[in-house]
């Protein structure tokens, strides 16, 4: 059985800072792409940062300098370390890992707020 579990969100002022992970079992973890989204309140889920297999990164525009995503095969981990946190970040935060064959799978989701 594929699992996996996010742990990590929380309430947090702006300017501070959170690190959420994500621990997964039951699939090969290093040849998935791992990717954390989120969605906001009435907004579409997004993506927020991506890791390849070979360890390419990427992030969207409004995290980028901020947000630092990191993988760790050994532990079958993978963590966004979120900081200088504004409002605008507040969402649940999803872990993901997929594969071209061997499919896709989704955390059940853990909540970030930031509010003062």
């Known amino acids: 059985q594929v699992q996996l579990v996010e742990s990590g969100g929380g309430l947090v002022q702006p300017g501070g800072s959170l690190r959420l992970s994500c621990a997964a079992s039951g699939i090969p973890f290093s040849i998935y792409v791992l990717a954390w989204y989120r969605q906001a309140p009435g907004k579409q889920r997004e993506l927020v940062a991506v890791?390849?297999?070979?360890?390419?990164?990427n992030y969207i525009d409004p995290v980028k300098g901020r947000f630092t995503i990191s993988r760790d095969n050994a532990k079958n981990t993978v963590d966004l370390q979120m900081n200088t946190l504004m409002p605008e970040d507040t969402a649940v935060y999803y872990c993901n890992a997929a594969h071209p064959t061997m499919g896709a799978y989704w955390g059940q989701g853990t909540q970030v707020t930031v509010s003062s």
């Open positions: 890791i390849t297999r070979g360890g390419v990164i």
